[in-house]
Structures are given as structure tokens and as C-alpha cells.
């Protein structure tokens, strides 16, 4: 991770942090920190790799288009299934944003709601909303998918870091059992990591926003499609 991508990634949160307004959140009533606002910050935290992919893209872009998964399909537009996906996840906490200077799409899954507290296993009253963000990606399958995991600084930094990594498997097979190509998707853990934080640990609303999983969407072109294999 570039040192000076991550200050300027941390200052930039930080005067976010402070002038984000806050919104009640639709599963608890609470008011809180907009989720949305961060995200709309285009991913400088918000989004594990900072305008990068796991892995090498151009190895998953041939995986992907290999196995029939992805193809670059002409006349897909962002915009329309960002705006599909908050249509279909309001009032479930969830939140939808363009991240990476509007070059992917980050969806943000509230802590409380998704998983119970400790726990890996995603909550039945949950699948529902997952269901309809499989579907979106079924219905755009020209994008490769990144889940991120990330959780607070109680318990022990290796409780944490299993913990995110399981978590975010765990969605990430749930996708695949909705349909998703497996060829498409890729998970990662980062634990209590700071760098990764949207908010203080310090506090109980922060340590609630730090504890997410994150699903980035990243649209593939043809000519990416063309360009990996060589054409």
C-alpha cells in the first residue's frame, strides 16, 4: 500500500468524518454518520484497496471471461444499476455508492443486521436483501466483485482478522450460491486494520460503522475483455 495514498486517504476521511451530516438508520432509528457520505467520498476508505482489485485484474478479466462469466456486454451503464441496487435494498440499512472517482460501485452491509454479534453465519432475516444484490449482479454480469471484511479493535487482532476474513467469505459464497459466477468474485478479511477505519473505535457508533462488509463492484469494458486476451 502506497504510504502517501494512505495520509491523503486519512485526512481526507477524517474532514469527512467531521462534516458528514447524520441520518437515522432505518433497522435501529438511531441517528449515526452517513455511510453514504463516506462512500460518496470515492472510496478513499470506504473500499479495501483503494481503487484496486484483489489480485491481478487481468488474470481474474481472462478467469472470468474464460469460464463465460464476463464478455464486456455493450450498452451496460452504471448508473442504472446503481440506481437499481438502492431501489431494491432501501429501508434495509444497506448502502449504495460510487466509489473510485465513479469508476466502481461499493455496497455497504450494516453491522447488526447482516450477522450477529461474533458470528459468521448471515442472518436468515438478511437473505432476502442479499438476494436482490445477487440478482443485480446476475443481471450486470460484466464486472468483476471484490468483498471486503473489516470489524472494530475489541478482542484480539487475530480473533479479528479470522472473523473478517469468514465474514466475507461467507457472502462472497452466498453471491455464489445465487447465481454469481465463482470466476468473478474475490474476498478478503482486513480486520481491525486503522487504515481501513471510517470511524473512531473510540466510541460505540464508531466501532458499529467499522464493523461492515463491503461489496465493490468493478465493471470490466470490452476492450479490457480484448486486451487481457490479447486480441
Do not use: H
Amino acid at each position: 500500500m502506497n504510504i502517501k495514498r494512505i495520509l491523503v486517504a486519512s485526512t481526507a476521511a477524517a474532514a469527512l468524518l467531521g462534516t458528514s451530516a447524520c441520518v437515522t438508520d432505518p433497522n435501529t432509528g438511531e441517528q449515526k454518520i452517513s455511510r453514504t457520505a463516506i462512500g460518496g467520498l470515492g472510496g478513499v476508505l470506504a473500499g479495501g484497496l483503494l481503487g484496486g482489485l484483489i489480485g491481478d485484474k487481468t488474470g481474474r478479466i481472462i478467469g472470468a471471461a474464460a469460464g463465460g462469466a464476463i464478455g464486456g456486454y455493450v450498452g451496460y451503464r452504471m448508473d442504472e444499476q446503481i440506481k437499481e441496487l438502492r431501489t431494491n435494498t432501501a429501508g434495509t440499512g444497506v448502502d449504495v455508492s460510487e466509489v473510485d472517482g465513479g469508476d466502481a460501485i461499493l455496497v455497504n452491509l450494516p453491522d447488526g443486521v447482516t450477522f450477529a454479534t461474533g458470528s459468521a453465519n448471515i442472518n436468515q432475516t438478511f437473505r432476502n436483501t442479499l438476494d436482490r444484490v445477487a440478482e443485480s449482479l446476475v443481471q450486470y454480469p460484466n464486472s468483476l466483485i471484490d468483498v471486503y471484511g473489516y470489524t472494530d479493535s475489541t478482542g484480539s487482532d487475530a480473533f479479528n482478522q479470522r472473523l473478517s476474513e469468514q465474514r466475507a467469505q461467507a457472502v462472497a459464497n452466498y453471491l455464489t450460491s445465487r447465481g454469481v459466477a465463482q470466476t468473478r468474485i474475490q474476498s478478503q478479511g482486513f480486520g481491525e486494520d486503522e487504515r481501513y477505519a471510517v470511524a473512531s473505535n473510540d466510541t460505540a457508533e464508531g466501532r458499529a460503522m467499522n464493523r461492515r462488509v463491503e461489496i465493490k463492484i468493478v465493471p470490466i469494458s470490452q476492450d479490457e475483455v480484448r486486451q487481457a486476451q490479447g486480441m
